[in-house]
């Protein structure tokens, strides 16, 4: 490597993880005591399909613990859980389950968006980063942040920062000292400094924010 290059371009795997880390620590030598002191950096892969995004698209502004008891529940009601059988299954599931309204709208446009073959999210994941966010910020419901966390973990993209996570902004408060949790704008501009590996950076932080989370706690 030189300068600011690195050969890893997909995370779908612990060994990408860990070539990753490997070549993160090479670029930037500072981060080395914050990555010492975690117990691990969670790969936190999801499956590129319908299924995924609609786990990233209930974590929308709830907790993640709200997230994955709705979840579970909409799963569960709706099997197979894939894009045909969930248009089938109508709203009184996605009520039941405890999606919002606007969540079941999201949702639906998705479902519909994927059964019309208008969008395929697995070789959405193959292309572009720029591309795949102007495609699915197309949808109705998908804002940058629901993007961003499907590139960054069922895409496996190397250098995706979501910025608008209220977890990393934390984080990197942290790292960076800041007398306060910087807003999505500030966040995205200090995370330029770890191109190109900002997807590396992202699960580093994640996992410096559940480990002082878990301190304070105790």
Known sequence: MT???????????????????????????????????????????????????????TA??????????????????????????????????????????????????????????????ETLCEVPVDQAMQQLTALHGIGPWTAEVFLLFCAGHSDVFPAGDVALQHAMAMICELPAKPDTATTRKLATRWAPLRGIAARILYAHYALIRGRSAL
């Open 3 to 57: 300068g600011n290059q690195a050969t890893i371009a997909r995370i779908r795997n612990q060994d990408n993880l860990a070539t990753g880390v490997a070549q993160f620590l090479g670029l930037f030598p500072d981060m080395k005591p914050i990555v010492e002191a975690l117990p691990d950096i969670p790969l936190r892969a999801r499956r590129p399909g319908f299924e995924g995004m609609a786990e990233i698209i």
């Open 60 to 121: 929308q502004q709830v907790s993640k613990a709200s997230a994955s008891a709705i979840f579970s529940r909409t799963r569960d009601a709706i099997q197979p859980f894939d894009a045909q059988t969930f248009l089938a299954a109508g709203e009184a599931p996605l009520i039941e389950a405890g999606q919002s309204r606007a969540k079941q709208a999201t949702l639906t446009g998705l479902a519909e968006a994927l059964v019309e073959e208008r969008l395929d999210l």
